[in-house]
């Protein structure tokens, strides 16, 4: 009879075994949202049901809610170790790619393509009280942003020129810069990205004229392709009195620093 009670004994054994072995698991669940869909999907869920559009260069920041950033990095560097194990690069023992995953995912969700991912920097406008109507270029400002085809680097410097009017709201210089920064940071084309900038700084300065140049290298051609070093991609964006006054086009052209 007093076997009966062995049993017993092992069962209170049992559970102290299986609390031990739970930590683990609970670690490894931030690659997922806490249904267990991968936060990509659950992003992408918002988005569609808004019926908005999430193509490489947009800006997608609204879908998405504090802390996810991290939990994209995660399940992005998930899959990026998947492609270098398709790629047949040993991460194991090889020490310059053993966080190779994490490292490129980091870099293009927080870096390179931070652009989609943070909200447009606030750019604080400020009356024109001393009426300026003369032209006002700004740049080189360096360009760093990647072609959305290959994702290869686009390298190069852009130039801003506006003709303000007496009811024009004027922004500093360094704004200028965060949001070229801002729209360049995307996998897109070069010819579509000077139109987003030229829209969103008429929007905002509303002025009498805004024009745009970006002069680039594209690496999709120096780097693969026909492999071409000495190619660049030069092109501009005339809005309102830059498009009809061709003198006060031929200034601005005029004025860029080309050195």
Not at 27 to 33: F, L
Not at 141 to 150: D, G, L, N, P
Not at 217 to 236: E, I, L
Request: hydrophobic share 40%.
């Amino acid at each position: 009879m007093p076997t009966k009670k062995i049993p017993t004994k092992t069962a209170s054994k049992a559970p102290s075994k299986k609390s031990t072995s739970v930590t683990p698991a609970k670690k490894a669940a931030p690659k997922k949202s806490d249904s267990g869909t991968p936060l990509s999907v659950v992003i992408r869920r918002r988005i569609l049901a808004q019926k908005a559009r999430f193509h490489a260069n947009d800006n997608i920041a609204q879908f998405i809610q504090p802390g996810e950033l991290e939990g994209l990095v995660d399940e992005v560097a998930e899959k990026m170790q998947a492609v270098l194990e398709s790629l047949v690069i040993d991460t194991e023992s090889d020490h310059n790619t053993k966080n190779t995953s994490q490292r490129v995912a980091k870099m293009f969700v927080k870096e390179v393509f931070n652009g989609r991912y943070v909200e447009q920097p606030t750019l604080t406008k400020f009356p024109n009280v001393s009426r300026l109507n003369e032209l006002m270029i700004i740049g080189p400002i360096t360009v760093r942003s990647a072609c959305s085809h290959h994702l290869c680097p686009i390298m190069g410097r852009i130039w801003i020129g506006v003709l303000p009017s007496k009811e024009s709201a004027l922004i500093g210089l360094s704004k200028y810069s965060r949001l070229t920064e801002w729209v360049m940071c995307r996998p897109q084309i070069q010819e579509e990205a000077v139109v987003e900038l030229a829209d969103m700084l008429e929007k905002k300065i509303k002025p009498v004229g805004v024009a745009i140049v970006m002069d680039a290298d594209h690496f999709c051609m120096q780097w693969r392709g026909v492999k071409d070093r000495d190619s660049k991609m030069v092109n501009s964006v005339m809005r309102g009195a830059f498009l009809k006054d061709s003198n006060l086009r031929r200034e601005f052209l005029s004025l860029l620093d080309k050195r």
